[in-house]
């Protein structure tokens, strides 16, 4: 999905760095429950 957001952003929004956003959109790990609610938040 794009929206038009850059990693940068949507990383401080959520607390957490870039490496850790680009990981969860390459499979490499998935955000635990916590973050799982933080983007959906973010994303409504």
Known sequence: MDRGLLQKDVAATLGVTED???NWENGRCLPDLRYQ?????FLE
């Open 20 to 22: 850790t956003i680009t």
């Open 37 to 41: 609610v933080k983007i959906n938040l």
